[in-house]
């Protein structure tokens, strides 16, 4: 058979009965990479030390701040997925520390070139990063710069909306101040792509003083930004939240194309700290919400187009969506239709579409059978 997956899941807290129930699970014949998504209130030390030893196959994966499995929206618990076929191989590249990026994905770039593909083959990556390290757009852009052609897709690790520590999983370890990359290559079909469920409105928010390096807006249109912010959605400081953050994000405009660029917290300054890059001068507009649940059902309706009947789509969801549902009321109808679309994934601290990095967006590579 081309290519195939099959989900495991335990909310089993003991690492050593975790890691054997999942291992249960997957059949070793055929397997070919194992994908984890991780509860950060696992131990991960003793968790790392059972996988080393369970599977004879790379595992890769990240801590998380839910997971996404054939049940639609997971808040805890040990999701595996294992790939299989005779069409597909995976290759697993630890690029640590992060700090370090450009220099390790140069040496990656020479590594890879000179293997060259099969005549028969393409080549995708999916990509996981530390979601606190503030690196992401730096690591996305020396990966597009040095793999053009090569669709790349990838999430933030999260902590459950701790903003503590996350962890990337590789070479049966948890680091951080890490990412993996994972790089497939099949003969099978596939496409990567991305959906969002925001429009951009008239009211301007100027970043007029922004502390880049930390991704933190002091001064919106020259006033403190949270309350800037807060006085356009007609609230309080006070009442600011991770739910209307995720409901009333900032955009910019980048080509044709407006992207979301969403707030992490509020800062006791009055200044708002963001999941992405942020610098002063850029001109944002508020968002506003269409339909969750048409968008996606028209993303996926896209998709299957590209790639008749999928195997498996690979999926990094933003947890500020997740969030919206869960308030909204949505989180069934939505889960449900990921989980018929055979979406595995995980609720992300940022998103990675090729050479981008961006929020309160689902990114996928959807892979097609042979």
């Known amino acids: 058979m081309g290519l195939y997956s099959n989900t495991a899941l335990t909310e089993t807290r003991d690492a050593s009965r975790a890691v054997e129930e999942i291992r249960r699970q997957l059949d070793p014949a055929g397997l070919k990479a194992v994908l984890l998504f991780v509860s950060i209130d696992y131990d991960l030390e003793a968790l790392a030390g059972e996988l080393r030893g369970a599977f004879s196959v790379p595992v890769f994966g990240c801590t998380t701040a839910g997971h996404i499995g054939p049940g639609g929206y997971q808040r805890r618990g040990l999701q595996a997925t294992g790939i299989y076929g005779s069409s597909v191989s995976v290759t697993i590249e ?18 890879i070139h000179s293997d060259p593909l099969r005549k028969e083959t393409r080549r995708f990556g999916i990509l996981l990063v530390d979601g606190l390290s503030c690196l992401e757009e730096r690591l996305a852009a020396a990966l597009h710069h040095c793999f053009p052609d090569m669709p790349l897709i990838g999430g933030s690790a999260g902590d459950d ?7 990337v999983y590789a070479d049966g370890r948890f680091l951080s101040n890490a990412a993996v990359l994972a790089l497939f290559e099949t003969d099978a079909p596939f496409a990567a792509f991305k959906f969002q469920h925001f429009v951009p409105t008239k009211e301007l928010l100027v970043v007029t003083e922004a502390d880049s390096e930390n991704r933190t807006v002091r001064e919106f249109n020259g006033e403190p930004a949270a309350l800037a912010y807060a006085q356009r959605l007609g609230l309080t400081v006070d009442e600011l939240s991770p739910e209307i953050y995720s409901r009333f994000p ?3 405009k980048l080509g044709t194309d407006y992207y979301v660029r969403s707030i992490q917290q509020c800062n006791a300054d009055l200044s708002l700290t963001f999941y992405c890059a942020i610098a002063k001068g850029i001109v944002l507009r508020l968002g506003e919400a269409v339909s969750p649940l048409e968008a996606a059902e028209k993303a996926f309706a896209d998709v299957h187009r590209l790639v008749p009947n999928p195997s498996l789509i690979i999926g990094c969801d933003c947890i500020l969506r997740r969030l919206e549902f869960e308030q909204t009321g949505q989180i069934g109808p939505v889960g449900e239709l990921l989980a018929r679309n ?9 998103e990675q579409f090729n050479a981008l990095h961006m929020n309160q967006t689902f990114t996928g590579l959807a892979i097609g059978e042979m």
């Open 161 to 167: 909306l701790s903003f503590h520590s996350t962890f």
């Open 94 to 111: 630890l690029i640590h520390p992060l700090d370090q990026c450009q220099a390790a994905v140069s040496a990656l770039g020479q590594k």
């Open 250 to 252: 900032v955009m910019f």
């Open 342 to 350: 055979r979406v595995i994934g995980f609720s992300t601290y940022g």
